[in-house]
Each structure stands twice: as C-alpha cells, then as structure tokens.
C-alpha cells in the first residue's frame, strides 16, 4: 500500500502540472483589445481640437 502512494503523489503532481500549465499558456487577447480600444478613444479625444474658448480667460 505504501508503494502505491509513492506512485500516486507523482501522478498528483503531474495532473497538477498540467492543469497549472493550460492555465498559464490561456489566450489573454481578450483583455488587451478592450484596453487598446480604450486607449484609442482617449487619444482621439486628446486629439480634437477645443471649442475655442479658455476657461480660464472667461467671466464667470
């Protein structure tokens, strides 16, 4: 009995590895594309040009 346990704590060990190692090869694209899109928006906005007025400038 005891002979199986030595055999099974390698094959634990090896189910475990496998299942760590499909989680850390996983495709992360999709995060990525919804940040970018993000990042895309922002810098078009930075882009337009103002409504000519300076708020700073202006009466209250």
């Known amino acids: 009995m005891a002979a199986l346990a030595w055999l099974l704590i390698p094959l634990f060990a090896a189910i475990g590895a496998a299942i760590w190692g499909s989680w850390a090869a996983r495709d992360r694209t999709m995060g990525d594309i919804a ?4 990042y895309a928006r922002f810098r078009d906005a930075m882009e337009k040009p103002d ?3 300076d708020p700073a400038t202006d009466p209250v």
């Open 35 to 38: 940040e970018l899109n993000g």
């Open 51 to 53: 409504s000519g007025t």
